[in-house]
Structures are given as C-alpha cells and as structure tokens.
C-alpha cells in the first residue's frame, strides 16, 4: 500500500511568487490534513479537508489555501511568499474522521529568497 | 483549549541506557495523545497513541507511554536505547470532539552516545 505522497520535495521560490504543493493520500483515505513546520514555530496545523469540504482551519493568513479534489488529492496553494513561509510542509491522511489515524508525507521543503 | 508541553528539548543518554522523554498536556475535554518521531529530511512517524483505552501504550520499536490523569502526562519511555534512536520526537494532543487537527509541542532531540 502507498504511503502519503507530497510533491515536489524540494523548491525555491523567490518573494512575491506564490506556490502550489501537492498532496496523494494513502488510497482510500478521505480526510487530508496540512501542517506546517519552522525552527520558530515548530510545528502548527493549517487546514483539514475531508469529501472536498475544509472542516477546519488553522491561524493562518488568507495567503494560504487549500482544496480536495474528488480523488481525494490535495493542493495547497500560497500567494504572495514572504521569508517567513519557508518551512517544510507536511501533509497526513486518515482513513477514520479525525488525527486518530494520521500518516504522514515526507513534506515539500520550500525556500523562499 | 488543547496544548502540550515538552520538557527539555535537548535529551543525550548512552547506548543502552534508558530514555525518557517527557510530556505534560493540557486539555479541557479527555485527550488522545500521540507520539511521533521524526529523523532528518523526512516526515513524522506516529510511535504511538493514547485513545482512553488502557493506560499504558505500548509502540514501535520497543518504546512506550503511560497516560498519567493525575499528573497530565504522557511520558515515553524506552528501556534500552539504541543509536537508531537518534531524531526528534514530538508529543501531540487532540481532543475527542471531532476537531481534526493536532497540536504539538515544540519537540525533544534525542541524542545517542556510543
């Protein structure tokens, strides 16, 4: 069985750009979740996704967003990059409703110059 | 509100040696409480958790933890270390109302001496 699979896992974008990262869950897990990890803030959640449906969301700035689509894959999305979001994003899929069952991806390192 | 508190965020022991690493959780509802680790360049690996079954959780590769009400904490626990061992081990609290997300502390790197 697959694992959680992020692309890409590496990127640099300058300032001012924005970026999409991408996110397969394991096959048949439906809730897809998002996290953020920084030396300064550690690790911080961001949104959750279940049947195409945010259920939750973190305390982020509208720049970051996020989707489902009806294969269950998500994309997250950051506009307008600053300094301060470059962090290795990390995604988890569940196959039950909540962080229960979480796996995790490798994560998408992204650098912003 | 939900909230975990790793204490020491740095922990060296010697090959063989045990290894404990604390975690005290604030919550306003019955938790579930998880421990991951995480080595360099990757994502996290849940090692295990706690979902109000019995009290203490035995994991992967020999660690476990013991839910303590009392005293709030979750501490891990592994008798032996081994140099494999060496990563970032994070405790994290989610709440049983049907909030899906977790929240974690700031983490403890486990440093393994030969």
């Known amino acids: 069985k697959a694992g959680v699979t992020q692309t890409p896992r590496y990127l640099i974008k300058t300032r001012g750009q924005q970026v999409t990262l991408s996110c397969s869950p394991i096959s048949g897990h439906r809730s897809v979740s998002w996290y953020q990890q920084t030396p300064g803030q550690g690790l911080q959640f961001l949104f959750e996704?279940?049947?195409?449906?945010?259920?939750n969301k973190g305390n982020f700035p509208g720049r970051f967003s996020g989707r489902q689509f009806s294969n269950s894959r998500s994309e997250m999305n950051v506009s307008t990059l600053e300094l301060g979001d470059s962090a290795l994003y990390l995604c988890?899929?569940?196959?039950?409703?909540?962080?229960?069952?979480?796996?995790f991806g490798s994560g998408t390192r992204l650098t912003v110059v | 509100a939900q909230s975990v508190t790793q204490l020491g965020s740095h922990v060296s022991v010697s090959e063989g040696a045990l290894v404990l690493l604390r975690c005290n959780y604030s919550?306003?509802?019955?938790?579930?409480l998880f421990w991951y680790v995480q080595y360099p360049n990757q994502g996290l690996q849940l090692l295990l958790k706690?979902?109000?079954?019995?009290?203490l959780v035995k994991g992967i590769n020999g660690f476990e933890a013991e839910f303590k009400k009392s005293e709030t904490s979750f501490h891990l626990t592994k008798p032996s270390a081994h140099m494999s061992d060496a990563a970032e081990y994070f405790c994290?609290?989610?709440?049983?109302?049907?909030?899906?997300?977790?929240?974690f502390g700031t983490g403890t790197r486990l440093t393994v001496i030969p």
């Open positions: 996704y279940f049947s195409e449906t945010q259920r």
């Open positions: 919550s306003s509802v019955p938790p579930y």
């Open positions: 988890a899929s569940s196959d039950l409703q909540g962080a229960y069952g979480y796996t």
């Open positions: 706690y979902t109000s079954a019995a009290t």
């Open positions: 994290a609290v989610s709440d049983q109302t049907g909030a899906n997300n977790l929240f």
